[in-house]
């Protein structure tokens, strides 16, 4: 648990300064239809929506309120990763060692 509480944090770390570089030294609008000019920018923005997608999936189902996970979904959209591994490191921490609890969330009890 620990080496992915690690994952997890350098994750953060990582899309963090890799979301600042791009926001300081690009322009979103510009360099964002260049990717979509690209039939591989498109693969790539496909691919990276629906990973968002299903990760959110997992976030509605182990979310026992779902305005908070309504609210991590949005998150996730528009921070991609940043949101994803934040999530994973502040549910790592309460699942206490709890593997099936970190993954089942409050449905964990149920089984």
Do not use: H, Q
């Not at 992915?4 to 690009?26: C, D, P, Q, R, V």
């Not at 979103?28 to 260049?34: L, V």
């Not at 182990?62 to 940043?82: D, H, Q, Y």
């Amino acid at each position: 648990m620990k080496l992915a509480k690690a994952i997890s944090w350098i994750g953060f770390g990582a899309m963090a300064m890799a979301l600042y570089y791009g926001f300081t030294e690009g322009n979103f609008f510009t360099d964002g239809g260049m990717i979509l000019d690209n039939p591989w920018g498109i693969v790539s923005m496909v691919d990276l929506y629906v990973g968002f997608t299903l990760f959110s999936m997992w976030i509605f189902f182990r979310e026992r309120n779902k305005f908070i996970s309504i609210a991590w979904i949005v998150a996730m959209m528009v921070f991609g990763f940043l949101t994803g591994s934040l999530y994973v490191a502040i549910n790592l921490g309460r699942c206490k060692g709890d593997w099936k609890s970190f993954f089942m969330g409050w449905r964990g009890n149920e089984i």
